[in-house]
């Protein structure tokens, strides 16, 4: 009808990566709840692979990350462009400050429930909120976007707890899409000319590359990437 405002449904090349990564980043929670389930208050206060972070602070960024994404969703519902963190870095860094001690179940609880909340968000979602941007940490982004956003945050930080889990577990979709990503952002931060990735990291697998190029392994023979 001519002068609808009714909302354009969603392209297929969108809702075909949308639903994937929605799937990849629910299989990635369920993972991560499993895997710290049993954790004890001693586990929690131990460090992390990530300098300075405990194993809490990493449960408690994993948890105030979901909603931090809830947050824009429910924004984009709204038709507003939402923020991710509305008092900036500081915010981001207290809340993580002040979640890290908790006792280990009431911390593994409130994840739990933080995931839960988002996989809500983005099963009710209409598809006119998918078509609109919001305001991440990093700048403003595509809402359709911050599922693979937060497949990765799930994925990489479950392998910085420093349990069973490593990059070796990460899902291989999950590698191959972060993989074209990271190696892009890489390529576009050096000189021209000089954006081929070293022959020591094309000749690592998979997995240990998009590693590498996160900065969550060390190679012999390599410079860390310093895309993060």
Do not use: F, K
């Not at 369920?30 to 954790?39: E, N």
């Not at 956003?149 to 899409?177: C, F, K, M, N, Q």
């Not at 990271?182 to 998979?206: Q, V, Y």
């Amino acid at each position: 009808m001519l002068g609808s405002t009714a909302p354009r449904p969603l392209a297929w090349g969108v809702v075909e990566p949308l639903a994937r990564d929605i799937a990849g980043a629910t299989a990635a929670h369920a993972a991560l709840v499993s895997a710290v389930g049993g954790l004890t208050d001693a586990q929690v206060v131990a460090p992390s692979r990530l300098p300075g972070w405990t194993v809490g602070h990493v449960l408690t960024h994993l948890a105030r990350n979901a909603d931090s994404h809830t947050r824009m969703l429910v924004a984009a519902r709204a038709g507003e462009e939402g923020v991710q963190y509305p008092g900036g870095a500081e915010q981001r860094a207290s809340e993580i400050e002040q979640g890290a001690a908790r006792p280990a179940a009431v911390m593994v609880a409130d994840l739990a429930e933080a995931c839960a909340r988002l996989e809500h968000e983005w099963a009710a979602l209409p598809a006119s909120a998918w078509q609109g941007d919001c305001v991440t940490g990093l700048g403003t982004a595509p809402v359709r976007e911050l599922p693979v956003r937060r497949w990765r945050e799930t994925a990489v930080h479950h392998a910085d707890l420093g349990l069973a889990y490593t990059h070796r577990d990460w899902p291989g979709d999950y590698v191959r899409i972060d993989l074209q990503r990271a190696t892009m952002l890489w390529a576009s931060r050096r000189p021209m000319g000089l954006t081929a990735l070293p022959a020591a990291a094309l000749a690592l697998d998979d997995r240990d590359r998009l590693a590498w190029l996160l900065g969550r392994v060390e190679v012999a023979g390599l410079d860390p990437a310093g895309i993060t």
